[in-house]
């Protein structure tokens, strides 16, 4: 029998910080001063074990027909799951030529989602019983449940699992069988935009990586070929662990991506309307225009960004990072950091989740009675065409 949810995370998590000790040099840290980006990339690399520096330095880029599709032609793809990435991966392989089935909960208005735009659509233990290849798109806190019940008896022996996001298995919440291929393949986008970018004959970067070979010794070349088919190849599939895609990924959403930018943007509305500014207009500046800048700033780079914006809002940028930026902000961020590679936070996450939410559920209430919310509505009410973004 297959086993059971797993919770030995906490061993991966005391080997990690184990080793990260292990690395760490007396006299170096985060410092002021001209070369503090410097210090830090020098001072994370100590403190890296060398299973994590293959995400981070001089990786392996694969493109175009250095990752051919030829190891799944033939094959059964079973994509478990048909929400935001799940569809996006079986509309792009099936349409790249390869065979796809889709599993799901049986009646769920996925399953027949899948069904009626083609799919030959299933239970999950029904589909997984059919895989080559295999690819968990469930959401991180569903996989354990589901893999424990419906997929990993049903999987057939030798087959090659594979995941979208590297959560379950850096911090154990699944342990696939011994003789399982297991493999990530994480695109750097949502799911909209894997599938846009391949209908334009585009696609959009992604990580892989593979943490255990198949007895066949076919698994990275099942990984790499996945990635082509679903159009990331065509960008550029960038080796990296699941620890680092996974570890990398949270901290990002967390520090910056939702959490921080939602922080500074949540406090500096408040000032700006506590000093007498009306909420719409400290919606606008504070808000609003965050997507003027990132958008620059993401087909730019920041230098790119720096030099489209004034000559004022650039000064006045270096001012602000100058006064922002100090020891206690970097120890924030390095808590952040120890929170996730810890596994702090991926117990916490679950262990709200198998009670109901309730930590989850109380922060969404607090957020969404912020007062943001009714300038928000107000400003985004000036403009129609953003009713269908």
């Keep these: 029998m297959g086993s059971t949810v797993n919770r030995s995370w906490r061993r991966r998590s005391l080997v ?30 100590e ?20 990752a051919p599709m030829e190891p799944l032609v033939g094959k059964t793809i079973a994509v478990l799951g048909y929400g935001n990435q ?3 991966h079986a509309l792009n392989l099936r349409d790249s030529g390869l065979r796809v089935v889709v599993g799901g909960r049986a009646g769920s208005q996925k399953v027949e989602l899948a069904s009626r735009e083609g799919f030959e659509a299933m239970e999950l233990s029904a589909a997984a019983m059919l895989a080559d290849l295999a690819i968990i798109a469930l959401p991180d806190q569903a996989q354990p449940t589901a893999w424990a019940k419906w997929i990993e008896d049903a999987l057939p022996t030798g087959a090659v699992v594979g995941f979208v996001h590297g959560f379950a298995i850096r911090f154990g919440f699944i342990t696939p069988r ?54 990331c190849a065509r960008s550029g599939l960038i080796e990296a662990s699941f620890a680092a895609e996974a ?11 939702c959490g921080g930018l939602m922080a500074l943007v949540h406090e500096s509305f408040a000032l700006l309307v506590e000093a007498g500014y009306s909420p719409e207009v400290a919606y606008i500046e504070c808000c609003h225009e965050v997507k003027q800048v990132a958008d620059l700033v993401y087909a730019r780079g920041p230098e790119g960004m720096r030099r489209a914006i004034s000559d004022t809002a650039e000064f006045g940028a270096f001012v602000a990072e100058n006064a922002l930026v100090d020891e206690h902000l970097r120890a924030k961020l390095r808590a952040l950091l120890t929170d996730v590679r810890s596994g702090a936070f991926a117990e916490r996450f679950m262990r709200d989740h198998d009670a109901g939410h309730p930590e989850f559920r109380a922060w969404r209430k607090a957020s969404s009675g912020h007062p943001i919310e009714a300038a928000s509505a107000t400003v985004r009410g000036l403009m129609p065409w953003l009713r269908d973004a």
């Excluded at 690395?23 to 690399?45: C, K, M, P, W, Y």
């Excluded at 890296?48 to 175009?64: A, D, E, F, K, N």
């Excluded at 570890?247 to 991506?257: H, I, N, R, T």
Aim: glycine share 14%; with cysteine.
């Design 16 to 45: 990690c910080v184990m080793a990260m000790a292990c690395h760490r040099h007396e006299g170096t840290g985060f410092v002021d001063g001209s070369n503090h980006r410097l210090e830090i990339a020098v001072h994370t690399q």
């Design 47 to 66: 403190l890296l074990p060398p299973c994590y520096l293959r995400g981070m330095s001089q990786p392996v880029i694969l493109r175009g027909a250095e």
């Design 86 to 88: 799940g569809r996006a």
């Design 178 to 231: 011994a003789d399982l291929g297991v493999v990530l393949v994480a695109p750097k986008g949502p799911g909209a935009t894997v599938r846009a970018r391949y209908e334009e004959g585009l696609g959009i970067p992604a990580l892989f990586a593979v943490e255990r070979e198949n007895a066949a010794g076919c698994a990275r070349a099942m990984a790499i070929a996945w990635g082509a088919g679903i159009g």
């Design 247 to 257: 570890e990398s990924d949270l901290f990002g959403e967390q520090a910056v991506l």
